[in-house]
Structure formats: structure tokens, C-alpha cells
């Protein structure tokens, strides 16, 4: 059993640009929630994709957008970077959507905008 | 809004020793699931225990025990014969238990916890 990954590791970008974080669920699951967890701070949820589909979004600007694919893998898209995006970015997969299901989280990337 | 609040922002605790974490979270929701994650310093989060609202009994995993008050709104952790490797960050999280809409983990801001040898 493949656990959930993470590319690339770490990121550094200029404030202004785009940036793109991937995520590889774990084996079959097929949902993917994507959290940023700046530092000190507990993770806070941007968005979760099932089976393709967004399925909900946290207090983040439409410049945070995602997608899913056929694999269920998963991209982090963030537009006009700011420095405040700065923070871990940390995807968790899980199998369904029905509360209580663990979901397994990955490495995380570590993106810096100066 | 669920919220989950963490109060100790740090902690420690000498190897062998017991730590007790504290964790407050607000929901007007009868059915969810309260978490406890850990955080080492490598970054992965790693579920520690779970616990079912609708369960009385607490939770217990190894050396990791839960003190879970429903009407008190707390759900605490104990750690018994601490260990150098329980050397992390720990997050209390939330998820509601409905069966529509978005699962998602509302976490608390941590609580840094150092064993000392």
C-alpha cells in the first residue's frame, strides 16, 4: 500500500506568481483534502475533491483553486502569490465522504514567497 | 462554527513520566468524531486516537488514553510512560458526523510537547 506523496518538497517563488503543488492519494482513495498550515498554527482547510468533484471549500480567495483527476491524484493551484501564502501545504487523502474516516496526510510542501 | 481550542501552546515532560494535553471544542452538532493528531518534527501527521461522540467509553491506544467529556465540550490526552519519540506537535481536530456535505478536520492550534531524557 502506496502511503499519500507530496511534490515538490519545498518551493520557493516571488510574490506575484503562480505556483502548482501536487499530491498522490493514497491507494484507493478517492477523496483528497487540501490544508495550509502556517507556522505555529494548526492546518486550516482550502478545499476537498471526491471522485473529480469539488466538495467544499474553506475561507480561502478563488486565486486557490484544485483539481482532481481520473487517478484521484491531486494539484494545488495558487494564482498572484502573496506573502502570506507562505506555510506548509498539506494534502490528505481518504476513502468516501462520511464522517469519521481518517484521513491520511502527506509530507506536505513547504512554500516560501519572498 | 466548530471551533477547537488548545490552551498549553507548550509543554514537556520527563521520559517515563504522564502528560495530560488539554483540548475545548464548541459544535452545536450531536454526532462527530474528535481526533488527536501528532506532528514530529519531520512534518507527517499521524493519527494518534479517535474518538466517537456517541461512544461513553474513552478511547485507549497503547500508552495514549483519552479523557472525553461530551457535555463539558473536552477531550483531553494522556500520554503515560512518555518516550523521546513522543517528542512533537500535537493537534486536537474535529469532524462532523453527518452524512452531507464536506468532511473536513477543524484543528486546534497545536500544543508543542518536549519529553525530556
Known amino acids: 500500500e502506496t502511503g499519500v506523496t507530496q511534490s515538490p518538497t519545498h518551493l520557493i517563488k516571488t510574490r506575484g506568481q503562480q505556483v502548482t503543488l501536487r499530491c498522490s492519494s493514497q491507494s484507493g482513495h478517492n477523496t483528497v483534502s487540501w490544508y495550509q498550515q502556517a507556522l505555529g498554527q494548526g492546518p486550516q482547510f482550502i478545499f476537498q475533491y471526491y471522485r473529480e468533484e469539488e466538495n467544499g471549500r474553506g475561507n480561502f480567495p478563488p486565486r486557490f483553486s484544485g483539481l482532481q483527476f481520473p487517478n484521484y491524484s491531486s494539484e494545488l493551484n495558487v494564482n498572484a502569490l502573496e506573502l502570506d501564502d507562505s506555510a506548509l501545504y498539506l494534502c490528505?487523502?481518504?476513502?468516501?465522504?462520511?464522517?469519521?474516516?481518517?484521513?491520511?496526510f502527506g509530507p506536505g510542501t513547504r512554500l516560501t514567497v519572498t | 462554527a466548530q471551533t477547537v481550542t488548545q490552551s498549553q501552546p507548550e509543554m514537556s515532560v520527563q521520559e517515563a513520566e504522564t502528560v495530560t494535553l488539554s483540548c475545548t471544542y464548541d459544535?452545536?452538532?450531536?454526532?462527530?468524531?474528535l481526533f488527536w493528531y501528532k506532528q514530529p518534527p519531520s512534518r507527517q501527521m499521524i493519527l494518534v486516537i479517535r474518538?466517537?461522540?456517541?461512544?461513553?467509553q474513552n478511547a485507549t491506544e497503547n500508552r495514549f488514553s483519552v479523557n472525553f467529556q461530551k457535555a463539558a465540550k473536552s477531550f483531553s490526552l494522556k500520554i503515560s510512560d512518555s518516550q523521546l519519540g513522543d517528542t512533537a506537535m500535537y493537534f486536537c481536530a474535529f469532524m462532523k458526523g453527518s452524512t452531507s456535505g464536506t468532511y473536513k478536520y477543524i484543528f486546534g492550534t497545536g500544543t508543542r510537547l518536549k519529553v525530556l531524557a
Open positions: 459544535t452545536s452538532e450531536n454526532n462527530y468524531y
Open positions: 490528505a487523502s481518504s476513502w468516501g465522504l462520511r464522517g469519521g474516516y481518517e484521513q491520511y
Open positions: 474518538q466517537e461522540a456517541y461512544k461513553q
